[in-house]
């Protein structure tokens, strides 16, 4: 009974089965690892986390401790004893249900520890595991207990089998010293097999410790994305509405002030309506003869007005074009700051015309190369791509987190990637996919290939997705030694990414053939 308390003891509250790589909450409950992580992820989306047995609150998620000792105390417990469960072996002996632990084949009856304790220790009682089916222990054809194995025939025989049935004349062994043998060659295979395990155990507490970090770092990627939400809306509101609010309050005062002007013009034009009134009521041509001109100014003059006619012109309506440029500057710089935030940064790339083949055409703005198929005429330079039509540019990339657009025409033959500035300028090895110093992504119209293509060292790898996009993003984490593709569509979709130990300074490299041409967009 004592051990049926024990395996009490050593279940998880979770499964109740066994622990299985058994953690410790601060609160002291232990759990299975894979048990309190999914009850961790389901607490998550309810904002906060407790323990399943004491309920004690935790306001993040809580750290795992791995509880060794524990560990070790359910191995040791499960190598030593029955599982009555599974086996289904009780003590022939005992009142209530108790798992035995050896079975008597001379007395046909299974023991608990207790009754084992006074069980005759005589030679003739061999005593096996627990087991539930003795005629099985027994010759099929002698019906005399298998005491003997014979390795020529693999077979566990009687001693009737030996000396005058189908094994007579075969060097046999006992039952005892054949298993003792077999077990050496297990304990062999055993060698073997627990680095094995050890190894995949290894592998799988990595993979839950880094599926803990991703659970861990997505968890802290949202609350600041939510706070950079919040400061988004912030900030525009402080900037985009104030200047809403502003334009407001200009235009309202001035209409204010023409209704206050209107008001006393309308007042001193009732003073007057009164007067003229009184004037025809006079009887006496004398008095009304002799009365001054009454001069009335008529609506809108300039005397009291100031010659605004008491209208508001439109150029002091809202300016709904300023709003919008205002938002559109607002939400740049607002981009700009997050991006910074992040560790990003938006590098303003131009491309080096002292690098570009002569069938290669720059742009003014520096951002757009595109393969004329004719040769230009350009100065004279050591930089120059003399074999393949390629362009290097003036921006260095040697540090840091980067990331820009690129956008393809979708003509010819494209490709975008990272070179170092040694990189070759003429012969084969000067292609952006035929060096160790050049990392590219290829795309092809036409005949070629409709999907992508990546390439390094004159090795190349055909990506198993279907261009559906001409608007490309690279990443660069230089420290890292990441370099990034993706898709820019809906959704953003990665293509592939190269790892390296970058050992110098980086320049965007951009190749283009048949017409094709490429913009970059920072």
């Known amino acids: 009974m004592a051990s049926a308390e024990l395996r009490d003891e050593l279940k998880c509250s979770i499964c109740l089965s066994l622990y299985t790589d058994p953690v410790s909450l601060r609160c002291g409950h232990n759990f299975c690892r894979s048990c309190i992580v999914s009850a961790l992820d389901a607490q998550e989306a309810a904002g906060g986390y407790s323990c399943p047995d004491c309920r004690a609150q935790y306001p993040e998620r809580p750290a795992l401790e791995k509880n060794r000792k524990l560990r070790n105390i359910v191995e040791c417990f499960s190598s030593t004893q029955p599982d009555m469960e599974e086996t289904r072996i009780f003590c022939t002996y005992c009142d209530s249900p108790a798992p035995a632990v050896r079975t008597c084949l001379q007395c046909v009856a299974s023991f608990c520890e207790e009754h084992l304790s006074r069980h005759t220790k005589s030679p003739e009682h061999t005593l096996v595991d627990p087991t539930e089916n003795l005629e099985e222990r027994k010759c099929s054809t002698h019906k005399e207990m298998l005491e003997y194995y014979c390795p020529i025939d693999a077979a566990c025989i009687c001693v009737s089998c030996w000396v005058a049935g189908d094994h007579k004349g075969h060097d046999v062994e006992l039952l005892d010293v054949a298993s003792e043998k077999k077990k050496e060659k297990l304990r062999e295979y055993l060698d073997e097999l627990n680095p094995q395990k050890a190894?995949?155990?290894?592998?799988?507490?990595?993979?839950?410790?880094?599926?803990?970090?991703?659970?861990?770092?997505?968890?802290?990627?949202?609350?600041?994305i939510r706070k950079i939400i919040m400061?988004?809306?912030?900030?525009?509101?402080?900037?985009?509405?104030?200047?809403?609010?502003?334009?407001?309050?200009?235009?309202?005062?001035?209409?204010?002030?023409?209704?206050?002007?209107?008001?006393?013009?309308?007042?001193?034009?009732?003073?007057?309506?009164?007067?003229?009134?009184?004037?025809c009521r006079v009887t006496d041509p004398i008095r009304l003869l002799q009365e001054s001109d009454i001069t009335v100014c008529s609506y809108g003059g300039n005397e009291d007005t100031g010659g605004d006619g008491g209208e508001v012109s439109s150029e002091e309506d809202l300016d709904e074009v300023l709003i919008s440029l205002t938002l559109h500057r607002s939400m740049r710089d607002i981009v700009t700051n997050v991006t910074s935030?992040?560790?990003?940064?938006?590098?303003?790339?131009?491309?080096?015309?002292?690098?570009?083949?002569?069938?290669?055409?720059?742009?003014?703005?520096?951002?757009?190369?595109?393969?004329?198929?004719?040769?230009?005429?350009?100065?004279?330079?050591?930089?120059?791509?003399?074999?393949?039509?390629?362009?290097?540019?003036?921006?260095?990339?040697?540090?840091?987190?980067?990331?820009?657009?690129?956008?393809?025409?979708?003509?010819?033959?494209?490709?975008?990637?990272?070179?170092?500035?040694?990189?070759?300028?003429?012969?084969?090895?000067?292609?952006?996919?035929?060096?160790?110093k050049s990392w590219c992504l290829l795309m092809y119209n036409g005949g070629y290939n409709l999907g992508y293509n990546v390439w390094h060292n004159s090795v190349g790898l055909a990506l198993s997705v279907k261009r559906t996009c001409p608007t490309l993003g690279v990443f660069l984490d230089y420290e890292a030694g990441r370099l990034s593709f993706y898709e820019l569509r809906d959704p953003i979709?990665?293509?592939?990414?190269?790892?390296?130990?970058?050992?110098?300074?980086?320049?965007?490299?951009?190749?283009?053939?048949f017409g094709a041409s490429v913009t970059i967009r920072s």
């Open 493 to 513: 979709r990665h293509l592939h990414t190269f790892t390296a130990s970058f050992t110098e300074p980086l320049h965007v490299i951009i190749c283009v053939h």
């Open 231 to 279: 400061d988004i809306k912030e900030k525009l509101e402080i900037v985009v509405l104030s200047k809403v609010s502003r334009q407001e309050e200009k235009i309202v005062s001035q209409i204010s002030h023409l209704i206050q002007n209107l008001k006393i013009q309308e007042g001193e034009l009732s003073r007057k309506i009164r007067h003229v009134e009184e004037m």
């Open 341 to 436: 935030e992040l560790g990003v940064h938006v590098p303003d790339i131009l491309l080096d015309v002292d690098t570009a083949h002569r069938r290669v055409k720059i742009s003014e703005d520096l951002k757009t190369a595109t393969n004329l198929e004719v040769e230009q005429e350009k100065s004279k330079s050591s930089e120059r791509f003399l074999f393949f039509p390629q362009v290097l540019s003036r921006h260095v990339l040697s540090s840091g987190r980067q990331c820009w657009e690129v956008k393809w025409n979708q003509i010819g033959v494209c490709g975008i990637g990272l070179s170092y500035p040694s990189i070759e300028r003429e012969g084969y090895k000067s292609g952006i996919d035929n060096n160790d």
């Open 199 to 224: 190894e995949i155990q290894t592998r799988v507490q990595n993979l839950q410790d880094r599926k803990r970090n991703t659970q861990e770092k997505a968890s802290d990627k949202r609350k600041n």
